[in-house]
């Protein structure tokens, strides 16, 4: 992996009518979407498989560039983004739509295989969406290199060249996706568009269960759109208070933590050679990547499998405690000199382009702040040295990444919520040990939004509807069901 990669990694169907008019309407709105089953040819690339039958696809149209008009926002008129959208019906009489908001930022969220309760079911239709610039909705964020086949120098500390393959970068996010494009991809717009989903969706007040990064958009809405919300649920959830800087710090200190429970577990089971000692856990884990470093893994096909390949699986295999497993055996492969076929595997798994992208894209659009260079740097050395475990060279100095020399202001600005009192309670749910989004986050927003806080005493990011815990599972649906009932907060060992 190329140290831009490491610089990227850390940066954090029908057509349906253009809406005309203004969406000012008292009465309760009529649903203006028309599906189409999703296993017509004209869906077919929206899927890797055979969708499941009875999905249907469809469009939702929206404004590039929201027009805000005191409280309420009205279409604009410079040009349009189509979202691309599914529906699982409802089993029996229906009675709502239930969004679910997909993470990232990036991820597609079509086709949300993740609610399997029969009462939710039964009673709501289950809305997927890929969100503006991401999957199936256009124009889509790219931002391809041309010399796809570029490498640089194996030299970590060479500074120069990283900040222009990132100025690279970024002139190809230009190019390929639009300047006008790219100053309008951030959660600000995808706010709004939510918003607008709900109402193609027949919706007087919206039912979503938002997670990881999606509650950043969901309780952005909740600010916004206090009498448009019925019922949301924010799993795994980020701290609207928090720059962008004391976000990755805690994230970086959430990740090393989680290294050092799994270093425990690896103690524990002796599935992989990294000792329970946190000290010595690390120094082990350091020397198994330097000498990848010095001569990574190639495989039989001539994949090269490197350092830094290694370190990127980790951190994604580490957010999932049901994957440590797969994390032992790949650090036992290093150690005892193996390139499996199930290591290359596990490392393509771990890079998709398309959501770097829209990741980078996302996250710049919301954060950038051209200019200040100097506190920058001071700021990445911080946050690149927080999680230990990962620093396994020495560097005199820190690259600026791609938010960091992004030519466009960000659009968002971390701030204690605006909680209306019109508001509904909402639910939050917070895993004790979750390295992505520390659970001091959903703490702090649930006393904030002055609502119940579902705590799961457990490892991992995310698992809402996702059968992972009945515990957790019963009073979401119990929620979702009934939001107005009173109700405390909850712990789930």
Same mark, same amino acid.
């Given at each position: 992996?190329?140290?831009?990669?490491?610089?990227?990694?850390?940066?954090?169907?029908?057509?349906?009518?253009?809406?005309?008019?203004?969406?000012?309407?008292?009465?309760?709105?009529?649903?203006?979407?028309?599906?189409?089953?999703?296993?017509?040819?004209?869906?077919?690339?929206?899927?890797?498989?055979?969708?499941?039958?009875?999905?249907?696809?469809?469009?939702?149209?929206?404004?590039?560039?929201?027009?805000?008009?005191?409280?309420?926002?009205?279409?604009?008129?410079?040009?349009?983004?189509?979202?691309?959208?599914?529906?699982?019906?409802?089993?029996?009489?229906?009675?709502?739509?239930?969004?679910?908001?997909?993470?990232?930022?990036?991820?597609?969220?079509?086709?949300?295989? =993740?609610?399997?309760?029969?009462?939710?079911?039964?009673?709501?239709?289950?809305?997927?969406?890929?969100?503006?610039?991401?999957?199936?909705?256009?124009?889509?964020?790219?931002?391809?290199?041309?010399?796809?086949?570029?490498?640089?120098?194996?030299?970590?500390?060479?500074?120069?060249?990283?900040?222009?393959?990132?100025?690279?970068?970024?002139?190809?996010?230009?190019?390929?996706?639009?300047?006008?494009?790219?100053?309008?991809?951030?959660?600000?717009?995808?706010?709004?568009?939510?918003?607008?989903?709900?109402?193609?969706?027949?919706?007087?007040?919206?039912?979503?269960?938002?997670?990881?990064?999606?509650?950043?958009?969901?309780?952005?809405?909740?600010?916004?759109?206090?009498?448009?919300?019925?019922?949301?649920?924010?799993?795994?959830?980020?701290? =609207?208070?928090?720059?962008?800087?004391?976000?990755?710090?805690?994230?970086?200190?959430?990740?090393?933590?989680?290294? =050092?429970?799994?270093?425990?577990?690896?103690?524990?089971?002796?599935?992989?050679?990294?000792?329970?000692?946190?000290?010595?856990?690390?120094?082990?884990?350091?020397?198994?990547?330097?000498?990848?470093?010095?001569?990574?893994?190639?495989?039989?096909?001539?994949?090269?499998?490197?350092?830094?390949?290694?370190?990127?699986?980790?951190?994604?295999?580490?957010?999932?405690?049901?994957?440590?497993?797969?994390?032992?055996?790949?650090?036992?492969?290093?150690?005892?000199?193996?390139?499996?076929?199930?290591?290359?595997?596990?490392?393509?798994?771990?890079?998709?382009?398309?959501?770097?992208?829209?990741?980078?894209?996302?996250?710049?659009?919301?954060?950038?702040?051209?200019?200040?260079?100097?506190?920058?740097?001071?700021?990445?050395?911080?946050?690149?040295?927080?999680?230990?475990?990962?620093?396994?060279?020495?560097?005199?100095?820190?690259?600026?990444?791609?938010?960091?020399?992004?030519?466009?202001?960000?659009?968002?600005?971390?701030?204690?919520?605006?909680?209306?009192?019109?508001?509904?309670?909402?639910?939050?749910?917070?895993?004790?040990?979750?390295?992505?989004?520390?659970?001091?986050?959903?703490?702090?927003?649930?006393?904030?939004?002055?609502?119940?806080?579902?705590?799961?005493?457990?490892?991992?990011?995310?698992?809402?509807?996702?059968?992972?815990?009945?515990?957790?599972?019963?009073?979401?649906?119990?929620?979702?069901?009934?939001?107005?009932?009173?109700?405390?907060?909850?712990?789930?060992?």
């Amino acid at each position: 992996m190329s140290v831009l990669r490491i610089l990227v990694l850390l940066a954090a169907a029908v057509h349906l009518p253009t809406y005309a008019k203004p969406l000012l309407h008292a009465a309760v709105p009529q649903s203006s979407m028309r599906w189409q089953y999703c296993q017509n040819s004209e869906f077919q690339h929206w899927f890797m498989g055979p969708p499941p039958l009875g999905l249907r696809c469809g469009y939702v149209e929206v404004p590039l560039i929201h027009q805000v008009n005191a409280s309420h926002m009205l279409p604009g008129n410079n040009g349009t983004v189509r979202l691309a959208l599914t529906l699982l019906p409802a089993t029996g009489v229906k009675k709502g739509s239930l969004v679910v908001i997909s993470g990232g930022p990036g991820q597609p969220g079509i086709n949300p295989q =993740l609610v399997g309760d029969a009462r939710l079911r039964k009673s709501y239709d289950i809305i997927g969406y890929d969100p503006r610039g991401v999957g199936q909705s256009t124009p889509k964020i790219t931002c391809q290199l041309a010399e796809n086949n570029e490498t640089l120098s194996n030299n970590s500390n060479d500074i120069p060249a990283a900040e222009l393959q990132v100025r690279k970068m970024i002139n190809a996010c230009i190019k390929g996706t639009g300047a006008e494009i790219l100053q309008h991809m951030g959660t600000d717009e995808a706010v709004n568009d939510l918003n607008l989903i709900r109402h193609a969706l027949g919706e007087p007040a919206l039912t979503a269960v938002a997670y990881s990064y999606g509650t950043k958009v969901a309780v952005l809405y909740a600010e916004r759109y206090p009498k448009k919300t019925r019922a949301l649920v924010l799993d795994g959830v980020m701290d =609207l208070a928090a720059d962008n800087f004391t976000q990755r710090i805690n994230q970086e200190r959430g990740y090393q933590q989680s290294f =050092l429970r799994f270093a425990a577990y690896c103690g524990k089971t002796g599935s992989c050679p990294l000792p329970a000692d946190a000290n010595q856990a690390i120094q082990v884990y350091h020397a198994l990547l330097r000498k990848l470093h010095d001569h990574p893994f190639i495989t039989q096909a001539g994949y090269e499998i490197s350092a830094d390949d290694v370190v990127t699986l980790t951190r994604t295999l580490l957010t999932w405690p049901d994957r440590w497993h797969e994390l032992a055996v790949v650090l036992q492969q290093i150690n005892t000199g193996i390139a499996s076929q199930q290591l290359s595997d596990l490392v393509d798994e771990s890079y998709s382009p398309d959501a770097e992208d829209a990741l980078n894209v996302i996250t710049c659009a919301d954060v950038a702040n051209p200019g200040s260079e100097p506190q920058l740097r001071r700021q990445r050395q911080e946050i690149n040295t927080t999680a230990m475990y990962a620093h396994y060279l020495p560097l005199h100095e820190y690259p600026l990444e791609i938010c960091d020399l992004w030519p466009y202001p960000g659009k968002l600005r971390p701030h204690v919520p605006v909680v209306s009192p019109t508001l509904p309670p909402l639910l939050f749910v917070g895993q004790r040990y979750d390295p992505a989004t520390p659970y001091r986050n959903a703490q702090m927003m649930a006393n904030w939004f002055k609502s119940p806080l579902i705590t799961r005493e457990r490892d991992g990011h995310t698992l809402v509807l996702k059968g992972a815990d009945h515990c957790v599972d019963e009073s979401v649906v119990d929620y979702l069901l009934a939001p107005k009932k009173p109700r405390h907060d909850k712990v789930c060992r």
